[in-house]
């Protein structure tokens, strides 16, 4: 079957504008994540929903970022005033939920870079 | 995980040998760690996977060895391809925070003919 998809695969904005990002997981797939990758760096993680609820939003970098899942399925993150900083890769990821053992199912990311 | 800045570290190997990638991680309450592999321009690929309650994990070619007592994790791969070369990076979970993977800053393999 599918894999995870996001998009759009690049974007560039202008710092100041709003942007938003958007996953598909896996069909079936309960758990969806949402992590940045900085050029050279590992997944910082942002955000993970199960269902349609996010237990943990402690990752997100500050009130500018918010995440929404609806359906159970498609998750859009979204990036209100952005900054420089915010240039990074974004990755979604998508699991079932199994207990402890789960394994990620990562998505190829959206390149976001902000001019 | 700590972060190295723009440059990995970086494990050069020699097709056909056997590589080894070492990881410290950083909570001792972490229970469940994952060895990623991530190819340019693409997500990152679960490898294998451990939990505390075991020291040694084995799957096709690849080995995944935890101890506890130094906070160290470290993937063997066994009879190095080319098709190897990516980076690794090593995460780890605590069951009071499902869900929430802490990353590694990666270490870059490069297979060599």
């Known amino acids: 079957g599918a894999g995870v998809s996001q998009s759009p695969s690049n974007k560039v904005t202008e710092k100041g504008k709003d942007v938003e990002l958007r996953c598909d997981p896996i069909?079936?797939?309960?758990?969806l994540y949402w992590y940045r990758q900085s050029l050279g760096q590992g997944l910082e993680f942002l955000i993970y929903?199960?269902?349609?609820?996010?237990?943990?939003k402690s990752g997100l970098p500050s009130d500018r970022f918010s995440a929404e899942r609806t359906g159970g399925s498609v998750s859009t993150l979204t990036i209100q005033r952005t900054q420089q900083e915010d240039s990074a890769v974004y990755l979604c990821a998508s699991s079932l939920l199994q207990g402890l053992i789960y394994e990620q199912y990562f998505g190829p990311g959206t390149r976001l870079t902000v001019t | 995980g700590e972060s190295v800045g723009l440059h990995l570290p970086t494990l050069s190997v020699q097709e056909g040998d056997n590589s080894i990638i070492n990881c410290a991680y950083s909570?001792?309450?972490?229970?469940?760690f994952i060895w990623y592999k991530q190819e340019s321009g693409k997500g990152p690929q679960f490898i294998i996977d451990?939990?505390?309650?075991?020291d040694k994990r084995q799957g096709q070619r690849v080995t995944v060895l935890l101890n506890k007592t130094v906070k160290h994790l470290s993937l063997q791969i066994a009879a190095t391809q080319p098709g190897d070369s990516a980076v690794y990076f090593c995460?780890?979970?605590?069951?009071?925070?499902?869900?929430?993977?802490?990353f590694g800053a990666g270490t870059q393999v490069v297979v060599t003919p």
């Open positions: 069909s079936g797939h309960t758990a």
């Open positions: 909570n001792s309450a972490s229970d469940y």
């Open positions: 451990i939990r505390s309650n075991m």
């Open positions: 995460a780890e979970n605590m069951r009071v925070s499902w869900g929430k993977l802490q």
């Open positions: 929903f199960q269902g349609n609820s996010a237990p943990d």
